[in-house]
């Protein structure tokens, strides 16, 4: 069965920081994995996403993330953290029919 | 091109009474999934629609939940007799291609149901 862990329910860093979000996923076969963010009672917003190909994927505002395969992970990087980046971040991976949420990562951005 | 639109943004209903949460799906899409979030978790699926079809409900509650996707208008997300732990936000998310694993869903701005 799927399903995703972020190990860090909460991260704190220094705006200009660089940022690392933890993701490991568990999957049959090959996955299909999002970032997915949410700003305060906001809607959520796709980063990037993965099917195939090149294993560092580039996203919006910045970020990218690293598929490996020998680790089950998906971690999200930046390297230079915004005040504007202060969000939930969530990573999925898709089932057959639906998507499977990991509980989040809360993000803080200290000036 | 219009997203994923959600209403009411804000539903505040008492024990007992009924809940209607509407979505219309982006313009093109004819798959319509809903998830429900509660306070501090992630969310979790609750039922896959495709146009008058319900293809998938094993997230739905087995009581007082139903969804229908019909043929013309907004698929409907019912909740009845609520009760306070159904306060949460629910979301829709609609997608060009359903099932199998290419699965690209794009969500709206959820209703958030306070239960009192």
């Known amino acids: ?111 | 091109n219009a997203g994923v639109m959600q209403n009411p943004r804000h539903l505040v209903r008492r024990r007992g009474q009924e809940a209607r949460l509407r979505c219309s799906p982006m313009k093109g899409h004819s798959h319509v999934y809903w998830y429900r979030q509660l306070p501090e978790e992630g969310l979790k699926f609750m039922v896959y629609l495709q146009k008058e079809n319900i293809i998938d409900e094993s997230g739905m509650p087995k009581e007082r939940f139903s969804a229908e996707f019909p043929k013309e208008g907004p698929s409907i997300l019912r909740i009845q007799q609520v009760v306070r732990g159904d306060s949460a936000a629910y979301f829709c998310a609609s997608s060009r291609i359903g099932g199998g694993d290419y699965n690209e869903q794009f969500f709206g701005p959820g209703t958030r149901l306070t239960v009192l």
């Open chain 1, 1 to 111: 069965a799927q399903s995703v862990t972020q190990p860090d329910i909460h991260i704190t860093v220094s705006e200009g920081a660089s940022l690392e979000l933890r993701c490991n996923y568990s999957y049959g076969a090959t996955p299909y994995l999002f970032w997915y963010v949410q700003s305060p009672g906001q809607g959520l917003q796709l980063l990037l996403k993965y099917f195939s190909g090149d294993t560092l994927v580039q996203g919006i505002k910045g970020f990218e993330a690293e598929f490996k395969r020998s680790q089950s992970s998906f971690n999200l990087r930046k390297p230079s953290v915004h005040w504007s980046d202060a969000a939930e971040y969530f990573c999925v991976v898709t089932g057959a029919n639906n998507l499977f949420f990991g509980t989040g990562t809360r993000l803080t951005v200290i000036p």
